[in-house]
């Protein structure tokens, strides 16, 4: 089989506007598997097959990983698919959460659901290693995929989550990440965890009522796996819960392994990936029971200093040629220890904590695993640690009213003055095998008075935060010339932050530089200067 996988993440109807420099951890696990089976598979971001640069006879199966907002664009490439080839096509990704839906739009042969290897581990096993989509008859026993049989769609029903050492045994490629433009300068994601220890539960669900038993909060891991109700676990805009379970860890040898053989390749920006990083190793407190408890135990600080002491060791991180980041974290696990040993190894970069409410009562409606008040605790840990906290907030969401708003804004500006770095808004949208996947999505702000007073907040408090940037000094690595001024090219702070257009100087694709920021364009983009010599 010659396999062709298209990474249609975060690209909408076809082409990345923003995070541009990001490359996601899933595409690259999915390859691992089929290199396992022998299978070298192409990696292509979906733009390249849109527009024509991928020759897609050259192939003989497709694999599509995307989001729910991608449906556009996982459509548009299947189509050009099926006009140059026969062969199966599999989508996976955060998009197969709705499998009729996906199969209806994009005509696709199977659809794979939650955690992917072990089930294309089997379709390899029943034929789909020879190009050809397995029999209804083979396909009714595998957990984990949708598919039209004879009478219409078919769903098998979720995979049971791999134990850790399945996980831990896995091996994500990382000879496909030079498929990708960027990768030189783009932040590569690595997995360290999968799955979120939030167990609790919305009572804001419309679809299924809370009793008020109290299990999802009080019980035992056990107990807080199922609710009575139904509800589905997790902060009720969220389906990490539902598809992944559990967090389970990948051992700190595996981690390490893996960034060395990117290091090999050329990638200089890592994130360790985890729904939240203060969980890593917490699985290994708790064992043989699932950790279903945001809060308990603390930290498994050993293993967390094992890993980034081990990362922080390498050659190129210790020389700064290469960084490591974090992204996210639960407010509730920011110990003044947790903060000292993520400051330590990891002093100046961002992190980001979920508030999405600033009101305590609505974010314990929501199913939060952290109240606002120890979001702000852990901000400030966090900056006295050395690190660049950002905050989160989402407007629209179920349970908005005028309150919320009020202390949705007050909070905004108090997580400034605790040290935020910079303060992140989304839009709610309703998202499938969440608790609110049958919400109606928010409406923009513009067309929201309570909506707009938290973007107004949010967006004077990141004017004052970027105008803050002026004059400092950051080190970042050349992506590529900006397309609409070939003055310039883009550069990325290795330690994250806006987009920086930087002029004046010969500079080719991974060049580190030291620069001196000189001008804010908007709230994504600054100009600098180079102000040392070239690494």
Known sequence: MRPLIVDALASGKGSRLATRDVIGAGPRAIAGVLESSKHMPKLAPVAAVLEGRVD??????????????????????VSRWKKESEGPVLIGGPVSSEPERVIEKTKADLVVLGEAEMTLKELLNLGLSEAYTPS???????????YIGQEGAVFTGLRPGMKRSVYDSLDPSTGVITDYPLFRSARVYVEVLRGCSNYHRTTLSSENSCS??????????????????????????????????????????KVVD????LLDRGVSRFVLSAPGFLDYGRDLLVEPQPLTDPRHPEPNYEVIEELLSGLASLDAIADGEASIMIENIKGSLVTERAAKVLGRYLEGTPVNIGFETGSAEHSRSLGRSSTPKENLR???RLRRAGMKPYAYFVHGL??????????????IEASVGAGASRIILYRFQS????????????????????????????????????????????????AEVYDRDRRFHIA????????????????????????????????????????????
Do not use: W
């Open 56 to 77: 897609l006879r050259e192939y003989d199966a497709l694999l599509v990983s995307g989001m729910t907002s991608d449906l556009t664009a996982i459509r548009r490439s």
């Open 212 to 253: 008020g038993c109290d299990l999802c909060r009080e019980g035992s891991m056990e107990e807080r796996y199922y609710c009575p109700g139904g509800i589905p676990p997790g902060c009720g805009y969220c389906s990490v819960p539902s598809l992944f379970g559990p967090p389970r860890s990948r051992s700190v040898k």
């Open 431 to 478: 998202l499938p095998m969440s608790a609110f996947q049958n919400e109606p999505g928010a409406p923009p702000a513009s067309r929201d008075p309570l909506s707009k007073m938290i973007q107004n907040t949010a967006r004077g408090a990141n004017r004052r935060l970027k105008e803050d940037l002026l004059g400092a000094e950051v080190e970042v690595v050349v």
């Open 492 to 535: 990325y702070p290795m330690l994250h932050g806006p987009v920086v257009l930087v002029e004046g100087v010969e500079m080719s694709a991974g060049d580190v530089f030291r620069v001196i920021i000189e001008e804010v364009v908007s709230d994504r983009m600054v100009k600098a200067r180079p102000v040392d010599a070239m690494f």
């Open 378 to 380: 852990a901000i400030r």
């Open 398 to 411: 179920p349970g908005q009213t005028s309150s919320t708003v009020s202390e949705t804004v007050q909070t």
């Open 136 to 146: 209804e008859n083979d396909l009714k026993s595998v957990q984990g995929i949708a």
């Open 258 to 261: 893996e960034i060395l053989r």
